[in-house]
């Protein structure tokens, strides 16, 4: 009879979670590049701007 090692399972929720992590951070990524400049405008015109 085989037994699984507990550590068997960490490695596919591992990548799982890495994968997810770059998926988010793509999409955070690619909102900044295709609307980061209409934020910076918006924020500046209200007087919240303090990133520059």
Known sequence: M??????????PLAALTILVGVA???A??????????DMLIT???NGLSGCL
Not at 28 to 37: C, D, L, N
């Open 24 to 26: 988010v951070s793509g």
């Open 43 to 45: 924020l500046s015109e």
């Open 2 to 11: 085989d037994m699984v090692s507990p550590a068997s399972h960490r490695l």
């Open 28 to 37: 955070a990524f690619y909102g900044w590049m295709r609307y980061g400049s």
